[in-house]
Each structure stands twice: as structure tokens, then as C-alpha cells.
């Protein structure tokens, strides 16, 4: 079992920032790829970014291209999302996701609790 616990979410303003984290406990980290997803209230969850366990490789969706970033710190366990630029259209739940294989999916084993992002106009 891997627990995911994600933070940093708030309120900000529309062209704002921040940067979410995800702690991870349990079996190694460095042996789960990782990914953030996001969930309005009565919509679909839906892909942000992922990235490889070594961190190598990142993918994102094209919603998020250019805006956001996904990094790890393996010898710390977290998944970080820095998220610049942001809109009134990312104001939903993100979600922290970890997998042994990485899939751009929401098909991942294990799912943080999530952490609420608003942003205001």
C-alpha cells in the first residue's frame, strides 16, 4: 500500500500561482510513477501531467501545456505540481496518483484525498 497525501491548494487570483505537493508513504517512491489529475464537481476526473520514476520524462495535457509543472523529489517521497498562469477553468480538486507503470489514465492504483484549487477573476 502507498498513501498519498496532497496540499497546497487555496485561493488565488486569476494570473496567480501555486504549487501543490504530494507525500507519499509507504513502499519506495522511486518505484511508482506518478501523476496529477483534477475533478470538477459533476465532471469526469481528467489527466494533468505525469511523470516517469525517475523523472525524467513529464507529460501533460494540452489544457496545461506551458503552465504547469510536474517534479519529484525522491529522496524527499513527494510529487510536486507548480502551477503558474492559472484561470478561473482550473478551479477544481486536484488529485495526487501514483502507479508501478505510468499511464496517462486515470487508471493508477493509488489516489491521494485531494486538495482544492480556486481561482477568481
Known amino acids: 500500500q502507498v498513501q498519498l497525501v496532497e496540499s497546497g491548494g487555496g485561493s488565488v487570483q486569476a494570473g496567480g500561482s501555486l504549487r501543490l505537493s504530494c507525500a507519499a508513504s509507504?513502499?519506495?517512491?522511486?518505484?511508482?510513477?506518478m501523476g496529477w489529475f483534477r475533478q470538477a464537481p459533476g465532471k469526469e476526473r481528467e489527466f494533468v501531467a505525469a511523470i516517469s520514476r525517475s523523472g525524467y520524462n513529464t507529460y501533460y495535457a494540452d489544457s496545461v501545456k506551458g503552465r504547469f509543472t510536474i517534479s519529484r523529489d525522491n529522496a524527499k517521497n513527494t510529487v510536486y505540481l507548480q502551477m503558474n498562469s492559472l484561470k478561473p477553468e482550473d478551479t477544481v480538486v486536484y488529485y495526487c496518483?501514483?502507479?508501478?507503470?505510468?499511464?496517462?489514465?486515470?487508471?493508477?492504483?493509488?489516489w491521494g484525498q485531494g486538495t482544492q484549487v480556486t481561482v477568481s477573476s
Open positions: 509507504g513502499r519506495s517512491f522511486s518505484s511508482y510513477a
Open positions: 496518483a501514483a502507479d508501478r507503470i505510468l499511464v496517462l489514465t486515470t487508471g493508477y492504483d493509488y
